[in-house]
Structures are given as C-alpha cells and as structure tokens.
C-alpha cells in the first residue's frame, strides 16, 4: 500500500465539526457592512472596505470591542439580521460545519432603538432555512453585555421571555475586567429558572477567579475562553473532572494579544491536561478565519495531527447542546477519519 503525507488542511475540511463560540455580529465582513449600511442610509467612518480592514488592528479586548460596537450600528430591519446569519451559514456549510450555538447580543441593537424582536426574527428565519437547505443544525444563545448594569440585563431578559422557545441559553461577553460574573448572579438564577441554560466568557483577559465564579454561581455549562486557567492549577483539577468545556477561540487569541504568536498558544498544553477543549472563531469577520482556518493554525503551528485534530471535533459535538444519538453518529464518522488518516489513506 502507498503511504501518502498527511494534509491537514484536506482532513480538517472533512471532519464534521460543531461551532459553539461564535458572535454573530461578529461576523460582518466589510463588503456585506457596507452594503447594509448603504441600502439604510447609515453612514459609516470608514470610507472604504480597505479603510475599515486596516482599522483591524487590536491591542486587546476592548480596542476590539470598539470598532465591533461601530461596525454593528449598519444593522438595522429584520432582513439586516438574516442576510448577516445566513452569510455566515452559507460559509460554514462548506466548512464541513455540522453543527452551531452561536450568541447574539441584543443589547447593541435595542439600545439604538432596534427591537429586540427586530434582531431575533431575523436570526432565527436564517437558522431555520439553513438546517432545510444544508441539514446544519443550531442553537441560539442570548449574550448579557457585561460592561452595562445588571439591570439592563434582566430588562433584556424580560424583551426575550417571549421568545423563549428560540433561545437555548443565556451568556455573558464584551469587556472582562472589572466585570466579575457575579455582578450577574441574578438575571442568570431567573433565566436558568426559566429553562434556560447558562454559558459565560471567563479567563479571556480576567483572572482563574472569573472562570471560579462562573462555575459557581452562574452554574456555567461551558466556558467561553478559559485560557487563564491554567494559572490555577486547583481549578484546572476541577475542569477535568467535571469535563466543563472550554470554548477556545485561538485566532482570537492572538488578534486581541493574549498570546503573543499561535506557537506560544496553550490549546496543547490545555488538551494534555485532559480538558474538553473545542476550537472556535469569536468574531471570523474581524480575526482572519472561520472554523476550519482556527484548526489550520493551530494544527500548524502547534504541531496537532489527526488524533488531536479528531479529538478537538469530538469534544465539539460532546460540549454542544444535541442529542447522545447524534453525538455518536459524528463520533462514529470521525473515528472513521482517524482510521484512514492513521492507515496512510490520502486526504
Ligand atoms: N464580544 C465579541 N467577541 C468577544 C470576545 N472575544 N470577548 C468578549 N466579548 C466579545
Ligand atoms: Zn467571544
């Protein structure tokens, strides 16, 4: 038998993966923002697609955060919010992508005077087509703005009680520092009471103690980053235990600078220890990829081969929020994948 090399790139694009760590607004790419921004005569800064891509230019979270805010503010009708998720949809189709539990963040639209139904419907019409069309699967996630009070956030989730039946669960992002989760302990007791589930960013920029207070008092099924984890090794423990997943966003990490270069990223590092590490986009639009570039960098730079690279899908479908039965069947179909792969078979 011909033993042929091993092609990353050809065996990430056939594993099924599932996408759990994906702002939606932060999918806008320049050219359809423009287009939006120019259909309701929403003028922007920049006056050119080159002129905003040069802006992409961060130095951490909150210069990031900035620019994503602005950007946003072109979004305006019910058809603004489809055409955005079913771009990103259309994409990930062909990414192989099986499955997606992707955040919105109703607060950047309501508090320019969108509805919060305005938002939703849109997304949800686009979610609801692309499992006819493609078979791609999805949960919607209702992200709190953590930089805004507690109390806007229960007023978000009064706006997003009636569309309960849409929404799988509640989280928390934009800026970390100085925004413990426990300043949110109360709208996630009430929205956990009414049969949501919970996820938080923690540990992106903020200290292991955000990723503690996540678990405990938000009672977090999955954490979004985590990568400061490691810091706490008490805590890494307790990860590993639990299987709490961590939704790692690796080109992200290095866009906002929280390592410096991918080879210095700690996703192997968190995969030896045992953690359920998944690999994510955040915000693609701004950070230079969508899923299937995330595991090109990391399966480059970091050296990861298909073990790895299978093992990083499993836990994408083990950490979302869908049935064991299809679990095992994308387990079965990636299991098949290594086989070949680890025969020498050609991808
Ligand atoms: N909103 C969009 N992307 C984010 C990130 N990486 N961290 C916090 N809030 C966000
Ligand atoms: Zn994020």
Redesign the pocket.
């Known amino acids: 038998m011909t033993s042929v090399t091993f092609n990353p790139e050809h065996f990430i694009a056939r594993m099924p993966k599932a996408e759990l760590h994906l702002?939606i607004e932060?999918t806008l790419e320049p050219e359809l923002m423009f287009e939006i921004a120019r259909r309701n005569g929403v003028a922007l800064r920049f006056k050119s697609v080159e002129a905003l891509r040069e802006a992409y230019n961060f130095h951490n979270?909150q210069s990031f955060?900035d620019i994503?805010y602005e950007g946003a503010q072109a979004l305006i009708h019910e058809q603004d919010f489809y055409d955005l998720t079913r771009a990103y949809l259309d994409r990930v189709a062909k990414q192989n992508v099986r499955h997606v539990e992707i955040f919105f963040d109703p607060q950047t639209h309501t508090d320019r005077g969108v509805k919060f139904e305005t938002a939703i419907k849109g997304i949800h019409r686009a979610l609801y087509d692309a499992e006819y069309l493609y078979g791609v699967t999805s949960h919607l996630i209702l992200c709190f703005l953590r930089h805004l009070s507690a109390d806007a956030a229960m007023k978000t989730l009064d706006d997003a009680l009636p569309f309960k039946q849409w929404i799988k669960a509640v989280g928390l992002?934009?800026s970390?520092m100085g925004n413990p989760p426990e300043k949110f302990k109360a709208v996630f007791d009430r929205a956990r009471h009414e049969g949501l589930l919970t996820v938080a960013?923690a540990g992106?920029e903020g200290p292991p103690e955000y990723i503690r207070q996540a678990l405990d008092l938000l009672k977090v099924r999955r954490i979004d980053h985590g990568v400061r984890c490691l810091e706490d090794p008490a805590l890494v423990e307790k990860l590993r235990q639990e299987r709490v997943p961590l939704t790692v966003?690796p080109l992200?990490n290095i866009k906002?600078r929280v390592f410096d270069r991918m080879e210095n990223h700690n996703l192997k590092t968190l995969l030896s220890q045992g953690l359920c590490v998944t690999v994510n986009s955040?915000?693609p639009a701004y950070f230079g990829g969508y899923l299937n570039e995330n595991y090109q960098a990391v399966s480059q730079s970091l050296y990861l081969g298909p073990v790895e690279l299978v093992q990083l899908a499993k836990n994408s479908f083990e950490a979302s929020w869908i049935p064991q039965a299809d679990k095992q069947r994308y387990y079965h179909e990636l299991d098949q994948l290594q086989a070949a792969a680890t025969a020498g078979a050609a991808y």
């Open positions: 702002h932060g979270l955060l994503y992002d934009s970390e960013h992106e966003c992200s906002l955040d915000d």
